[in-house]
């Protein structure tokens, strides 16, 4: 398969997941991309298009915890990320997998999140 071919279809898969979730500004929509090295999270409010709050492996703090793109560290990086929301007020999310299957390394983050208190 072309590597192009392989874009295109996450692309399409990302504007179909994307067409079902939206976040609003009682439920933000919970946005997770992982990269080959590191991990990026963050609560969108779309009404507005305003990031709420975000967290990803390159903070600081998380550096020294040594996060990278596993399933450990999606899931030091999930519940770090579900006190900093808890914490910010946000306590219910809309859960946006992007173009990634939900297994793995996303399954880590959303299981880390639900247990540090965020509802999806």
């Not at 392989?6 to 992982?34: D, E």
């Not at 507005?48 to 990086?77: F, P, R």
């Not at 579900?82 to 299981?111: E, N, W």
Request: proline share 2%.
């Amino acid at each position: 398969m072309k590597l192009v071919q392989k874009v295109q279809q996450a692309q399409r898969r990302r504007w179909r997941v994307r067409a079902r979730v939206a976040g609003v500004a009682q439920r933000p929509r919970l946005s997770v991309h992982f990269s080959n090295k590191h991990i990026y999270a963050q609560c969108i409010d779309d009404t507005v298009g305003q990031t709420l709050v975000a967290l990803s492996s390159l903070s600081e703090g998380m550096g020294a915890n040594g996060v990278k793109a596993n399933v450990s560290g999606a899931t030091v990086l999930g519940a770090a990320f579900g006190q900093l929301a808890h914490s910010k007020g946000i306590t219910s999310v809309v859960f946006d997998r992007g173009p990634k299957r939900y297994h793995g390394c996303v399954k880590a983050f959303a299981d880390a999140a639900r247990q540090a208190g965020l509802e999806f």
